[in-house]
């Protein structure tokens, strides 16, 4: 279990989370919304150990978060992919850092199923804004990690191509169901594969079972959902 306690972080003077207390459990999909600016990223980063929070603790079963003896998958909005790296290169990475072996059929795997195989020799500037993502997509799932970030990591993609990408996510996230934090300012999109939504408001935050996870975007209790969803978030710009 992931557990965030009194989390705040402070970017200049500028307040960006403040007093954030709230937990996910192992083998589940957290979604975070909230309008753009409210610290989204911002969030994310800190659980990677890459933004430094001003107040509070992370703690992963019981302990304080150390991202060196836990392993951390994290998609990037802006891919955060190496330029001067190939496909494989940039995939591998982690694996490299971590001085852990590639299970090559969990690789091969990975890379069939992202469509992504063709492209190991390729380097990034070569790509379009969508095979950027399912690479840095596999490049935080090659890990198998214990916690999987992933910030809105399916943006670059148009409606169908991105359907097809979240159905894919979804299969692969089920092969080991890791922790995953899923960043997104799509409502439709957290219905659809979250345990449980997070919503961040100024000042504020709201936690909530998704209770219409798997039903159709036509039923009426997903429709409710969508629309008290939408007003909350309204609520809080």
């Not at 091969?108 to 840095?136: F, N, T």
């Amino acid at each position: 279990m992931l557990t965030i306690k009194k989390l705040s972080i402070q970017i200049e003077n500028n307040i960006i989370l403040d007093d954030l207390s709230f937990s996910i459990e192992d083998n589940s999909i957290t979604s975070i919304i909230g309008y753009s600016g409210i610290g989204k990223s911002t969030l994310v980063k800190a659980i990677a150990g890459i933004h430094h929070f001003s107040a509070g603790a992370i703690f992963y079963n019981n302990e304080l978060l150390n991202n060196t003896k836990v392993n951390i998958g994290y998609a990037f909005q802006d891919y955060g992919l190496y330029p001067w790296y190939s496909v494989k290169k940039n995939i591998v990475l982690p694996l490299q850092i971590k001085k852990i072996a590639i299970d090559q059929a969990f690789y091969r795997s990975i890379l069939i199923q992202l469509g992504i195989d063709h492209l190991i020799d390729r380097y990034p500037s070569a790509l379009s804004g969508g095979e950027k993502q399912r690479v840095a997509l596999a490049r935080a799932i090659i890990l198998k990690p214990q916690i999987l970030l992933l910030d809105e990591p399916f943006s670059a993609l148009d409606t169908i191509n991105r359907t097809k990408a979240r159905d894919l996510f979804l299969k692969i996230w089920d092969e080991y169901r890791p922790l995953c934090i899923f960043v997104t300012h799509d409502i439709d999109e957290a219905l659809l594969i979250s345990h449980k939504i997070l919503i961040l408001r100024d000042n504020s935050y709201i936690q909530i079972d998704n209770a219409v996870r798997g039903k159709l975007k036509y039923d009426p209790e997903y429709v409710n959902m969508l629309h008290s969803l939408q007003e909350m978030i309204a609520g809080s710009n």
